[in-house]
């Protein structure tokens, strides 16, 4: 099996898009968008894929698949063109999204991360910085990382503790932030900050400011169950000295601006969900079709056929739901409970649906020299990126009941 599960592993992402859905993602995709998202469906299938499992094998943020993203032109797909920026709609970096997290999601995850911060820097940052710090950003000199979370406060972000407190013309920052993607390598941090406790969210400010700034300290990166990749880490910040020109969002919308991509977010989740799971069931009906049991192809029992039609069920519903909310985003429509439904449906299905892949495989499903194991391992994550499950519940349930 060793030779051809290996050819599994370096297998091209799977063309089950054209096959699947082809109308929900692809019609409302512009032919601007359209070169972006071949070129990033390719990059994927030949650099990403066949290199994604010794990245994992290794625990490191994969410095030089950022490195290749950037010639790839894939690092500025929402800023725009004027900006040397690729411009992309919503629906197109879903698109992009999708294909890549075919691959792996690790590096599709990172580069979200770091595309959502060179958006919100073209969109918010004031002229100087902006002039400052977009050109590396889009170029992929600098990477990009998002400071949120913190050890204490995940879900209820509006109560993040890092402070930051005036001293002459400077601020100091002080705190800890925890589950930071592109952590332990990014050279631009965004990081939100309380200037007074006791205004709530309207004291959050947002920073943007050099990773090699004094007094800012890393972790390692986490141990996880799976894509380390990311390179996710924590970041401490003690008696750290930034000045007024490295404000991004001034006080008081700070949080509003964390807030302000939450819904393309989650739509984005469940658009690289639909990615990993393209890949497993293209690499169990590879498999199933040239396994032979009890005299005749696994392909041909109806127990492995019914299995495989309902992932393909869960990705066909998972990619309407992510579109159409996609699209709603796209056209400025309230996106935020389709972005719920996508997120949670997308989620759910990619780690059962991967469960199931790997099964009709046998315990070959469970070897790592095919890309299965990885993407299982990411899927479990992508219920806590960008909201929990059950903070989609909260959105969902609120427009039911209240
Ligand atoms: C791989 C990975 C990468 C990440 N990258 C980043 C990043 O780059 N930047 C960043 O800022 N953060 C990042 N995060 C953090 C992520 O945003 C948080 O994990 C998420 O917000 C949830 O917070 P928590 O994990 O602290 O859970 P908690 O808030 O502690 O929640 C614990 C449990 O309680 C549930 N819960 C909480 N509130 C409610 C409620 N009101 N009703 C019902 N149930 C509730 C949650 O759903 C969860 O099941 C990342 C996380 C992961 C796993």
Request: net charge negative.
């Amino acid at each position: 099996m060793s030779s051809q599960a290996t050819d599994l592993n370096a297998m091209p992402a799977p063309d089950l898009v054209s096959e699947l859905t082809p109308d929900v993602a692809d019609a409302a995709v512009g032919s601007g968008d359209q070169a972006v998202i071949e070129r990033a469906a390719s990059w994927a299938r030949d650099y990403v894929a066949p290199r994604a499992e010794s990245w994992e094998r290794d625990r490191r943020f994969a410095t030089e698949a950022f490195a290749s993203a950037a010639g790839e032109d894939l690092c500025g797909l929402l800023v725009p063109v004027a900006d040397s920026g690729s411009g992309m709609s919503q629906i197109g970096l879903a698109r992009v999204l999708e294909e890549i997290a075919a691959a792996d999601f690790a590096i599709a995850f990172s580069l979200v991360c770091h595309n959502n911060l060179a958006g919100a820097v073209s969109r918010r940052a004031p002229a100087e910085l902006r002039a400052r710090a977009l050109p590396p950003l889009v170029s992929g000199e600098r990477l990009g990382a998002f400071l949120l979370t913190e050890p204490g406060v995940g879900s209820d972000a509006a109560k993040i503790t890092t402070s930051a407190r005036r001293d002459g013309d400077e601020w100091v920052l002080d705190g800890e932030k925890a589950w930071v993607s592109n952590g332990t390598s990014a050279e631009l941090l965004s990081v939100y900050a309380q200037t007074d406790p006791a205004a709530g969210h309207r004291g959050i400010v947002t920073f943007l400011i050099d990773g090699s700034t004094d007094g800012v300290e890393r972790s390692e990166g986490y141990e996880l169950s799976g894509a380390h990749g990311l390179g996710t880490n924590g970041i401490s910040f003690e008696n750290c000295r930034v000045s007024d020109g490295d404000v991004m969002v001034p006080v008081g919308e700070g949080f509003v601006a964390a807030m302000e991509g939450i819904d393309i977010a989650r739509v984005l989740v469940a658009a690289m969900c639909c990615g990993m799971m393209r890949t497993g069931l293209a690499t169990a009906i590879e498999y199933v079709r040239q396994r032979q049991a009890f005299g005749g192809r696994i392909a041909d029992l109806q127990g492995v056929r019914f299995r495989l039609a309902d992932v393909a069920t869960d990705l066909e519903a998972s990619r309407l739901l992510a579109y159409r909310a996609a699209l709603a985003v796209a056209e400025g429509r309230p996106a935020a409970v389709m972005a719920a439904h996508a997120k949670k449906f997308a989620t759910r299905a990619a780690e059962r649906r991967l469960a199931d892949c790997m099964q009709v495989m046998g315990a070959v499903g469970a070897r790592r020299d095919h890309p299965l194991p990885r993407h299982l391992a990411a899927s479990r994550l992508t219920h806590y990126v960008d909201g929990a499950t059950e903070i989609q519940d909260v959105v969902i349930s609120r427009t039911l009941l209240d």
